[in-house]
C-alpha cells in the first residue's frame, strides 16, 4: 500500500525543460488522506535522484530500508502532483528522520512556516 513517505517509482514523463524525466524513484509527500481516497486521483511526489544536492532543498535519502540502492537526493524544488496510475511500483519507505528532513525543504521551497 502506498502512503505517505512511501518511495515509488513513477513515470515522469512528458517534462520540460530542467524537470526530472522518465521512470524515477519518488516521494510521496501528500496527506496520507488524499494517497488513500479514491475521490482524490492525483497524489504528490517529489524526485530523487542519484546526484548529489547541497543544501535544505535536497535531504539525504540512505541506501536501504528505502528501497534505493545508493545514497540519493530528494529535489524537494521539484514537487508535483501526478495522476495514480502513473505509480509504477512500491520501493520502500524513508524513515521518520528522512520525512521530517523532506518536509523542511518543502516548506523552505513553498514559503511555509513549520
Known amino acids: 500500500m502506498i502512503e505517505r513517505g512511501s518511495v515509488v517509482v513513477v513515470d515522469l514523463e512528458s517534462t520540460f525543460g ?8 519518488c516521494v510521496v509527500v501528500s496527506d ?3 494517497v488513500t481516497a479514491q475521490r482524490y486521483p492525483l497524489v504528490a511526489i517529489v524526485p530523487v535522484t542519484g546526484r548529489t544536492g547541497e543544501g535544505a532543498l535536497y535531504p539525504v535519502l540512505a541506501a536501504g530500508d528505502c528501497g534505493l540502492r545508493q545514497p540519493s537526493w530528494v ?3 521539484q514537487v508535483r502532483s501526478v495522476d495514480k496510475r502513473r505509480v509504477q511500483r512500491l520501493v520502500g519507505r524513508v524513515s521518520e528522520a528522512e520525512l521530517a528532513a523532506i518536509d523542511q525543504g518543502l516548506a523552505l521551497y513553498l514559503g511555509l512556516a513549520l
Do not use: A, F, K, S
Not at 530542467?18 to 524513484?25: D, I
Open 18 to 25: 530542467h524537470e526530472q524525466r522518465g521512470l524515477r524513484p
Open 32 to 34: 496520507p488522506e488524499v
Open 75 to 77: 529535489l524537494t524544488d
